[in-house]
């Protein structure tokens, strides 16, 4: 898996490029955790649960189905105030949606673990991507050494500096439609 800094690093960029119809506290601060939301199933190795297993790491919660229910449930219920309109609900579902499906995603483009399972809980088969350039990260403060600097490094090539330069040109080609 990339870091959670990398993970987060996809949900500020993609506020920031998309600009849904909210951009509260709220909004941001829910855009940073939810790119890393789905490794919240790592906490179940602690109680046993193997990898291989539906709620294992890189199950359920790194699905499809996972990432859609939390942005409908987060765009009905922690903005259900701000987005009266249908329409507001539905992009800001897909939004929140496609934050969260961003760690699968990347995740599937690392080269460590047993894969992803996109299409839980319809199957838990695990799926890696044609093209895995990502160093996988190690998990905790383990990322701080020398480990974490050859996995920083990876990120920096394969996500960060495409984030960032999509984001500088985003940034001046609204600034030029602006003028």
């Not at 939390?70 to 579902?93: D, H, Q, Y």
């Not at 499906?101 to 044609?130: C, K, Q």
Request: hydrophobic content about 50%; overall charge positive.
């Amino acid at each position: 898996m990339p870091s959670i800094f990398t993970h987060s690093l996809v949900g500020l960029v993609a506020g920031k490029i998309l600009s849904p119809v909210i951009s509260s506290k709220r909004f941001w601060i829910l855009s940073i955790i939810y790119p890393s939301l789905p490794d919240a199933d790592v906490l179940g190795t602690a109680f046993g649960i193997p990898h291989e297993h539906l709620f294992g790491h890189r199950g359920l919660t790194h699905s499809i189905f996972f990432a859609l229910l939390v942005g409908l449930i987060t765009a009905v219920f922690f903005f259900r105030k701000e987005n009266r309109a249908p329409k507001k609900t539905f992009i800001l579902a897909c939004y929140f949606a496609l934050i969260t499906m961003s760690h699968s995603i990347l995740d599937g483009l690392n080269n460590g673990g047993i894969g992803v399972a996109y299409f839980s809980p319809l199957s838990n088969t695990r799926y890696f991507l044609p093209f895995r350039p990502i160093e996988v990260s190690p998990i905790g403060l383990a990322f701080f050494g020398e480990r974490g600097y050859v996995v920083f490094q990876s990120e920096l090539i394969w996500v960060w500096a495409p984030l960032l330069t999509t984001l500088i040109i985003y940034s001046f080609i609204r600034n030029k439609l602006r003028n």
